[in-house]
């Protein structure tokens, strides 16, 4: 399965220069943990609701901005890699979210949820065909080997 499948397609971004506390409160209205930090164009962050402090955290976001707060350095991934590439850069970076760009363009985020998701419907396999069955005629000795001496 490929990443396209999953991938959310409505990402909401932010700028970096904007306010720590306006992003947090676009998280809050949206229902979303996770905005895509850009610069014109180009990607060049996340933030979290961890990153912002949380619901207690309006001491973390006073005065900042979210360039203050993001982070920098991040994984991303293709829309045709798989869902195991996409779960195991998550898992190795203890990352929720990762963003889905192709040619330095975002084409939406895979977050942990979307996977849960997944996982939770089950993922249609395709059925194997009825093979028939092999078997292997094995010769076996009824009677024990005498080993005599000379």
């Not at 499948?5 to 998280?27: F, G, I, N, Q």
């Not at 084409?107 to 996977?115: I, K, N, R």
């Amino acid at each position: 399965m490929r990443v396209f499948e999953v991938m959310t397609t409505r990402v909401k971004t932010t700028p970096s220069t904007a306010a720590a506390a306006d992003a947090w409160d676009v998280m809050r209205a949206a229902n979303i943990r996770h905005l895509v930090v850009k610069d014109g164009p180009a990607v060049v962050g996340i933030v979290s609701d961890t990153d912002l402090g949380g619901p207690n955290g309006s001491a973390v976001r006073a005065g900042c901005s979210v360039a203050d707060l993001m982070q920098r350095r991040f994984a991303s991934v293709t829309p045709d890699d798989t869902i195991r590439k996409a779960a195991n850069l998550m898992a190795g970076r203890a990352a929720t979210c990762v963003p889905v760009i192709r040619a330095g363009r975002l084409l939406g985020v895979v977050t942990a949820a979307d996977l849960l998701a997944l996982l939770g419907r089950g993922v249609d396999r395709p059925g194997h065909e009825d093979r028939a069955a092999i078997h292997y005629r094995v010769p076996h000795r009824k009677t024990p080997v005498r080993r005599t001496a000379w």
